[in-house]
């Protein structure tokens, strides 16, 4: 049998299959398990097959993330905590579980229990891009709208943390650094909180990316 749809790669674990290169296109497969059977398919088709599935499966993992995410800042807020404040960081482990569990489903689930360094990079590369735009979008929204309380209450914090601490900020960087960052608090926008939550959810996205990379890659 030949064409790519032949090739169903739910019947043939990856770990079976035997690769015989007779040229540099058309690869071969056949495996020990089904010995009747042989698919053809190259190089270009079985990359397309395989990327579909890292972006699939991390864009769902993304959007995961970033709603499970907006529902514990949420969560805080209704609360009557600061979604903003000390408690906000507590989000890392909700976001780190959630990648953990989708980057296994597709390795183990997906991908025949396989998954190289570039795989694990491609698939988590993709679940930070997408966390953070999406939880930043439901951020933003949520400042704008019903969640105006918060951002005051993040601002009153913030100001009260920055006056408190004075004496050291003027005695390590100076005044001028003190009466900056007291300004820029002043004018701080709810637009700039959720920017900044972008940045933080990036960041971590990255870290998990290479930690996970790591663990996972086999």
């Excluded at 569990?101 to 491609?122: E, P, V």
């Amino acid at each position: 049998m030949s064409g790519l749809h032949n090739y169903d790669e739910r019947q043939i674990p990856y770990k079976q299959v035997i690769i015989k290169r007779q040229s540099l296109f058309p690869l071969n497969f056949k495996t020990k398990k089904h010995n009747e059977f042989i698919y053809t398919c190259n190089k270009k088709d079985l990359t397309r097959i395989m990327n579909k599935g890292i972006v699939q499966n991390a864009t769902i993992t993304g959007l995961l993330s970033a709603l499970s995410v907006f529902i514990y800042l949420l969560l805080l807020h209704l609360l009557g905590q600061n979604p903003f404040g000390q408690y906000k960081f507590m989000y890392i482990g909700i976001y780190a579980l959630i990648f953990a569990l989708g980057l296994r489903h597709f390795r183990d689930k997906k991908n025949h229990n396989r998954l190289s360094a570039t795989q694990g990079l491609g698939f988590g590369f993709i679940v930070t891009a997408v966390a953070a735009i999406a939880c930043t979008l439901m951020v933003f929204g949520f400042l704008n709208s019903f969640g105006q309380s918060a951002f005051d209450l993040y601002l009153k914090e913030s100001i009260e943390l920055l006056v408190a601490s004075k004496d050291f900020i003027v005695e390590q960087l100076g005044e001028d650094a003190y009466l900056t960052t007291y300004d820029n608090l002043q004018k701080l926008t709810p637009s700039e909180l959720a920017l900044d939550h972008f940045t933080s959810m990036s960041l971590t996205g990255v870290f998990l990316t290479f930690l996970f990379m790591l663990i996972f890659k086999n």
